[in-house]
């Protein structure tokens, strides 16, 4: 069963920290959503956790089951099973999805045991389905001239095709309309198992109501200040952050 554990993680991008102390634990089997005000750090979270050069870790430990991931290279923390959803991924021009989806795999399952391309065909076409996406949309190029709606379906995709163990999805609901919405959600909650652990960023309380989520965590000023179940995530909708700060003595 995988375990992401973070300790008492600082982060600074460009000499000025954001993260002050964010301590999470993800484990298989379980659905951690992440909520809170713009810019309080949660895409920081995000990109420190993949790797990305610009977020420095200036403290605190990151560990995928007794691996240090923070010592590990970007490729190799996916290879270790970490997936993440940008939120907003980047075009890259001539490579096509389906291209795209199988090198990553056979980048994760390593030399000497690529997948078959009938079997890869078989996965892609069945996950496809389940997205409800058009056929033309494996030979169509990454992301070029996707709308907001096709980028965030083509994200679950590539998370369904990879079956990573932990996965990171940054606000993989903006800009969804309902339909789109629910199937993200088909998609992730296609996914659940003792085998698969999420951590779910949103800023809005939506797509819980499709993929309900074991923990909910309050982000401000850096570090999670308040953790609950699915009932947090209703509140926060209904009466927003105020109470939190409030509760916390936390001021703007
Ligand atoms: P959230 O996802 O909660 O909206 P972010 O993590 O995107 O918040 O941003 C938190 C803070 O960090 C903001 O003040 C933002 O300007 C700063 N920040 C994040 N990434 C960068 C970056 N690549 N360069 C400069 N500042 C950044
Ligand atoms: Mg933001
Ligand atoms: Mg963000």
Redesign the pocket.
């Known amino acids: 069963v995988p375990k992401l554990t973070i300790k008492d993680l600082h982060v600074a991008?460009?000499g000025?920290e954001?993260l002050k102390g964010v301590n999470l634990e993800v484990k298989g089997g379980e659905i951690h959503a992440i909520m809170?005000?713009?810019?309080?750090?949660?895409?920081?979270?995000?990109?420190a956790l993949m790797g990305h050069p610009?977020?420095e870790v200036t403290s605190g430990t990151v560990t995928l089951d007794d691996q240090d991931l923070l010592e590990m290279a970007v490729d190799e923390r996916a290879r270790a099973g970490l997936f993440l959803a940008m939120?907003y991924p980047s075009e890259i021009s001539g490579v096509t999805n389906s291209d795209f989806l199988r090198s990553a795999i056979n980048a994760k399952r390593g030399e000497g045991n690529e997948i078959s391309l009938m079997k890869f065909i078989r996965e892609l076409d069945k996950k496809m389905e389940l997205l409800e996406m058009d056929e033309s949309f494996a030979t169509r190029y990454l992301n070029e001239g996707f709308s907001g709606g096709e980028k965030k379906r083509n994200e679950i995709l590539q998370m369904l095709m990879l079956q990573p163990r932990i996965a990171i999805l940054?606000?993989i609901d903006s800009g969804l309309d309902i339909d789109a919405l629910k199937v993200v959600a088909k998609g992730v909650n296609s996914m659940r198992s003792p085998e698969f652990g999420c951590l779910i960023?949103t800023?809005y309380q939506r797509l819980l109501n499709y993929i309900k989520p074991d923990f909910v965590h309050v982000?401000m000023q850096?570090r999670i200040v308040k953790s609950g179940g699915p009932e947090l995530a209703e509140r926060l909708e209904a009466e927003g952050y105020d109470w939190v700060k409030e509760e916390l003595g936390i001021e703007d």
């Open positions: 991008v460009e000025k954001i809170g005000p713009n810019g309080t750090g949660k895409s920081t979270l995000a990109s610009k977020y939120q940054d606000e960023i800023h982000f850096g």
